[in-house]
């Protein structure tokens, strides 16, 4: 019974890891989206734009954040859905990897 336990304590874990292995590996290739897989999807992004900057507004109404503030946090949000729609709502989770996880150098 002991042998038991001990490699499920062992082997338990390890089937943890191995699925989160090969998925970070994993490139994908996307499809070209039809105009109709694509209208959708701006919309829907379009949606949530309106939301957030619904949402910017309360905080600016409820004094939580400054008018200038609200102002800039709104443009921001605009300037994304913009580079979004540019990139026809394609997802680009891994592009700037090698920006935030930079190597350092060794002498």
Same mark, same amino acid.
């Given at each position: 019974?002991?042998?038991?336990?001990?490699?499920?304590?062992?082997?338990? #874990?390890? @089937?943890?890891f191995v #699925?989160? @292995?090969?998925?970070? *590996?994993?490139? !994908?290739?996307?499809?070209?989206?039809t105009?109709q897989?694509? @209208? &959708?999807?701006? @919309?829907m992004? !379009?949606?949530?734009? &309106?939301? $957030?900057?619904?949402?910017?507004n $309360?905080?600016?109404?409820? *004094?939580?954040?400054?008018?200038? !503030? *609200?102002?800039e946090?709104?443009?921001?949000?605009?300037? !994304?859905?913009?580079? &979004?729609? $540019?990139? *026809?709502?394609? #997802?680009k989770?891994?592009?700037?990897k090698?920006?935030?996880?930079?190597?350092?150098?060794? #002498?």
């Amino acid at each position: 019974m002991r042998k038991l336990w001990l490699s499920l304590l062992v082997i338990a #874990p390890l @089937s943890f890891f191995v #699925p989160l @292995s090969e998925a970070h *590996g994993e490139t !994908r290739v996307y499809q070209d989206l039809t105009e109709q897989q694509k @209208s &959708e999807l701006a @919309s829907m992004q !379009r949606d949530i734009m &309106e939301k $957030k900057k619904q949402l910017i507004n $309360k905080y600016v109404e409820y *004094g939580i954040i400054d008018q200038e !503030r *609200g102002k800039e946090i709104k443009s921001h949000i605009e300037q !994304r859905y913009d580079k &979004e729609k $540019k990139n *026809g709502f394609m #997802p680009k989770w891994h592009q700037d990897k090698e920006k935030k996880f930079h190597k350092h150098h060794m #002498p």
